[in-house]
Structure formats: C-alpha cells, structure tokens
C-alpha cells in the first residue's frame, strides 16, 4: 500500500503547515545571525553581558526550538484523524511565533507575549492528539 492511499485526503494542508514552520524557524534563526554581527557576539556564545537585545533575539529563536519537537509530534499525531482542523492549528501555532519573536525583538521580553494566542494551536493538538489516543483504546 502506498502512502498517499494511506494519508488522509487533507493531510496535503498539515504538509504545508509543516513547510510554514521551517520558512519560521529559518527567519528567526537569520535573525539570531544577523543580531550576532550587529551586537558582535562571537560563536560559540550563546548570550551577550551587554547587548539585552541580542539576549532578546536570541531566546526567541532559543524558546521556540524548545517547543517545537513537542510540537511536531502532537501535530502529527493530531493530523492523521484530523487533518484539517491540525493544520488550521498548526497555522495558528506558527504565526504565533513570529508575533512572539517581534515583540521580543523590541528588548523588552513582556512584549513577546503578542503570540500567546498560539496556545489556542499547541493545545489544540494537543487535546486533538489526546482524542487520537483515546479513540485508539474505546
């Protein structure tokens, strides 16, 4: 059998979705390259005892590589019953971290809660990856 008569007909949007989340893990790890030249903050160190905005940029990219194999593994999980409803959560999931990385981008770490709203994505696969298990059992 092959994988595409396997896959749910709609897993084609959690493809992209997956796709959206590498295009915002690239933009924000340029960011942390770019915020390195700028604020002269050599390799291997991770954070800067000056420069509060390179620390900023830095634990933006830092956090959401923290969470994302959590991420990627509930999405997963999720979008195999409920393909679309995980991508839509997904989207939300990865736009919320490029709202996250902006307000942290200002200096000012309160700021980067302009991307909570991402919990409304994480815990959506999360419970959606829950119902996967539990339907697995009854």
Same mark, same amino acid.
């Given at each position: ?11 084609? !949007? ?6 959206? =989340?590498?295009?915002?893990?690239? !933009? ?10 700028? *604020? ?11 420069? @509060?905005?390179?620390?900023?940029? @830095?634990?933006?990219? @830092?956090?959401?590589?923290?969470? *994302? ?26 736009? =919320?971290?490029? =709202?996250?990385?902006?307000? *942290?981008?200002?200096?000012?770490? =309160? ?7 991402? *919990? ?14 539990? @339907?697995?059992?009854?």
């Amino acid at each position: 059998m092959e994988i595409l008569e396997i896959l749910p007909a709609n897993f084609a !949007y959690v493809i992209f979705t997956y796709l959206y =989340s590498w295009v915002m893990l690239c !933009y924000l790890g340029v960011k942390v390259g770019a915020a390195r030249k700028k *604020y002269d903050v050599k390799y291997p160190t991770m954070y800067s005892d000056k420069e @509060q905005v390179f620390n900023c940029i @830095q634990r933006a990219h @830092q956090n959401t590589l923290e969470v *994302y194999p959590q991420w990627l593994v509930f999405q997963t999980i999720a979008a195999l019953v409920y393909p679309l409803a995980a991508a839509v959560l997904g989207a939300i999931w990865v736009t =919320s971290r490029f =709202s996250y990385a902006w307000g *942290y981008y200002t200096g000012d770490p =309160s700021k980067r809660m302009n991307g909570a709203y991402g *919990y409304i994505g994480y815990l959506g696969v999360i419970i959606l990856s829950i119902a996967v298990a539990l @339907q697995l059992l009854f």
